[in-house]
């Protein structure tokens, strides 16, 4: 079946510096992966959807200059939070859907990365 | 906009069935998926729904009513290793592919 991986995952970083997240589809091609973030006993929210070769597209309330994506190849894409704060910690999750999948192919999501800014 | 709602947690008996529901309001459906979580874990999906009537998988069922906006997920011969969070997600019409997730219910089997 479809595999995303997502490194690292869990990472502790001081406040101020910056941290990468990386979500690879390993045996599918996905033009378009999604951010979403998870805070405790909350559900996922949608941060921002990855589209390889352009610009990402986030959703409201999200500061594209604060969270960066790169989503260079069909089967990477980056999320990169840029001065973190101890508000950023959360639970960061990718998922993407396999290319030319019929409309009932699930999305499938990444391990997780746990964001704990100190 | 969009409104998906669940209930908070729900407690069940091993071995027992239970019922989940989710109701959703959304600009437009294509489509409605469950998904369990466990805690600091992925989710993993379960069953999908896009037309009226019941998906039967294994313990798991899925059943769907476009016209009242309503989903249930029906839990057949509950195992201690179903205590998870349980989420619905809509996949709207307007051509997005992403899904918004209700809040999950918190399910808890007991002996």
């Known amino acids: 079946g479809a595999v995303v991986s997502q490194h690292p995952s869990w990472v502790i970083c001081k406040s101020g510096t910056s941290v990468k997240i990386e979500c690879r589809s390993l045996?599918?091609?996905?033009?378009?992966m999604f951010w979403y973030r998870q805070f405790p006993k909350q559900s996922l929210m949608l941060m921002a959807t990855?589209?390889?070769?352009?610009?990402?597209?986030?959703e409201q309330g999200v500061e594209k200059d604060k969270f960066l994506i790169n989503h260079a190849s069909l089967t990477l894409s980056t999320l990169t939070v840029t001065s973190a704060h101890p508000e950023d910690s959360s639970f960061y999750i990718c998922?993407?859907?396999?290319?030319?999948?019929?409309?009932?192919?699930?999305?499938?999501f990444g391990n997780g990365t746990r964001l704990t800014v100190t | 906009g969009q409104n998906i709602d669940q209930p908070t947690e729900m407690t069940a008996t091993e071995g027992a069935i239970v019922q989940i529901n989710c109701t959703y309001q959304?600009?437009?459906?294509?489509?409605l998926f469950w998904y369990q979580q466990h805690a600091g874990e992925a989710p993993t999906f379960l069953s999908y729904?896009?037309?009226?009537g019941l998906e039967e998988k294994g313990r798991f069922s899925s059943f769907l009513s476009r016209s009242k906006g309503y989903s249930y997920l029906l839990l057949k011969e509950l195992q201690m290793k179903d205590s998870a969070s349980y989420l619905c997600?809509?996949?709207?019409?307007?051509?997005?592919?992403?899904?918004?997730f209700g809040s999950g219910t918190r399910l808890q089997v007991q002996p």
């Open positions: 959304t600009s437009g459906f294509n489509g």
């Open positions: 729904n896009v037309l009226d």
């Open positions: 998922s993407a859907r396999a290319e030319g999948g019929q409309a009932n192919s699930p999305l499938h």
């Open positions: 990855s589209n390889e070769g352009s610009k990402a597209t986030y």
């Open positions: 997600a809509v996949r709207d019409g307007t051509g997005r592919r992403a899904l918004t």
């Open positions: 045996d599918f091609q996905a033009t378009t």
